[in-house]
């Protein structure tokens, strides 16, 4: 089971509270974990990635293990406490200061 | 009895505005999509319950939104907009070619006939269909490989395909306008466009007549009367009685002849209203008033009267944006306007006097009116 923290605007759009469970089929990467989220919660296809190429919006930042997991690769595997379901693995919007 | 929805579409979310026949009592339904932009909605002729609306935000892009039961809930639609083959480009500010983009919904027209059946004009400027309630999106790509589309560039709102009109007595025709490349006509559904700008002047541009590149902010016209179109434009509020084919300016002595808004009385086809405002910088209304103006002769005599009954009349500084007029189908008719500052007026008796529904909603994007009965 992979716990996935959405951001308020996402909740709102997906029906869902703070934090969603998946089930992840294989090893859990971000595309996996993206794959699952969108399956289970059809309603946030496209707003966390683009639908086409898969890439990540722009001002959307991912979050695993208190480590920046934006860049990394979509295939790399998510840590172990992520996998396991130990600690969530966090899509955050960008904060604007001011 | 007969009542009437107010659909707003706001900076920072949706809400809908309830009230009978007199106009004077409302329930305000909402935040609906809190925290989300929502450009427009818009409910179905053929359906009142069936209603669009279009959500975006800069972090999470664009959502389309469906509802069947007048607004009470809501269901997530299709959003993939893919423009047909390859985009192509279109000017940049700095004048480089830049590619088109889809960026977000502006606005959204049901059919008038069939409630599953919606048209949408995006930015960058280009027209789609859906015919599965929103499920689904095609381009109608006739207009963004329009000849001249390659020349088009984006007014300060962005490249955006922001009207759509639907000619009752032909919904083979229809007329659109794109800021900044002006308006158009199809005659076969959207497949095929031909400029309509003639008699158009903008002279912030080297050719002042040229065949497109004007700034129209916005096109209204009166279901009886399809071929007279009245238009605000960046600067000029102006008419045609040929689909187009020739426009006129009517401007007038109005305070200024810039804006967003106009439209058309439900009632009586020569009756229209435009908002002035202050421009080119300021963007907000003439000397602090906040005043619609209203034409009995469709512009043509010179007879703007001030309505001003209701409205703030001292340190006024707000703006009316395109999309966020209405008038909704009674009589006398009534006519709905939203502000940047979050007030949403109507007056029930074609302008003549004015009431606040709401005054501190966040800055209204869009306002559409549906009459029940």
Same mark, same amino acid.
């Not at chain 1, 997991?69 to 979509?74: G, K």
């Given at each position: 089971m992979i716990r996935v923290v959405l951001p308020a605007n996402l909740q709102t759009l997906a029906g869902a509270g703070r934090e969603v469970e998946l089930e992840v089929a294989g090893q859990a990467t971000q595309l996996s974990i993206l794959d699952a989220l969108e399956a289970s919660y059809p309603a946030l296809r496209g707003t966390i990635r683009d639908s086409d190429t898969k890439l990540r919006r722009p001002l959307l930042r991912f979050f695993a293990c208190e480590e920046d997991? +934006?860049?990394? +690769?979509?295939t790399a595997p998510v840590p172990d406490d992520v996998a396991s379901g130990k600690q969530p693995f966090l899509i955050i919007g960008a904060i604007a200061g001011g | 009895m007969s009542r009437v929805r107010v659909l707003v579409g706001t900076r920072k979310g949706a809400f809908i505005l309830n009230s009978d026949a007199s106009r004077k009592q409302w329930e305000v339904d909402g935040p609906h999509f809190a925290g989300w932009e929502m450009y427009h909605l818009k409910g179905s002729p053929a359906n009142p319950d069936r209603l669009y609306a279009a959500q975006s935000s800069g972090w999470f892009g664009q959502v389309m939104q469906r509802s069947s039961d007048g607004g009470k809930t809501w269901e997530a639609a299709g959003n993939e907009f893919k423009y047909d083959g390859t985009p192509g480009t279109h000017v940049w500010y700095d004048g480089s070619p830049h590619p088109y983009e889809f960026k977000r919904v502006w606005h959204l027209e049901p059919s008038l006939t069939d409630p599953d059946t919606v048209y949408a004009g995006v930015e960058d400027a280009a027209l789609f269909k859906s015919t599965d309630a929103g499920q689904t999106w095609s381009e109608l790509p006739g207009i963004r490989t329009h000849p001249t589309a390659s020349g088009w560039a984006p007014g300060a709102g962005g490249l955006c395909l922001h009207t759509i009109l639907i000619d009752p007595k032909n919904p083979e025709r229809m007329f659109i306008a794109i800021s900044s490349a002006g308006a158009f006509r199809t005659e076969d559904g959207g497949k095929s466009w031909r400029p309509i700008n003639h008699g158009l002047r903008s002279n912030?541009?080297? &050719? !002042? &007549?040229? !065949?497109v590149g004007h700034c129209v902010h916005r096109i209204a016209l009166h279901p009886s009367r399809p071929d007279t179109l009245f238009m605000q434009k960046h600067w000029d509020v102006m008419r045609t009685d040929d689909s187009g084919d020739n426009w006129r300016e009517i =401007?007038? !002595?109005?305070? =200024? &002849?810039?804006?967003f808004v106009i439209d058309v009385n439900t009632n009586e086809p020569e009756t229209i209203y435009v908002v002035p405002i202050k421009s080119d910088s300021h963007h907000f209304v003439p000397d602090g008033k906040l005043r619609v103006y209203r034409s009995r002769t469709g512009g043509s005599e010179n007879d703007w009267e001030a309505l001003s009954k209701g409205l703030p009349q001292k340190d006024c500084y707000v703006n009316v944006l395109r999309d966020a007029m209405a008038v909704d189908a009674l009589d006398p008719c009534g006519v709905y306007f939203g502000t940047s500052g979050g007030q949403v007026y109507a007056s029930p008796n074609a302008g003549d006097s004015w009431a606040p529904i709401v005054r501190d909603l966040p800055a209204v994007l869009s306002v559409e009116v549906q009459t029940l009965s």
């Open positions: 997991w +934006s860049d990394a +690769s979509p | 912030t541009m080297p &050719d !002042e &007549d040229a !065949e =401007s007038g !002595e109005l305070p =200024s &002849d810039f804006g």
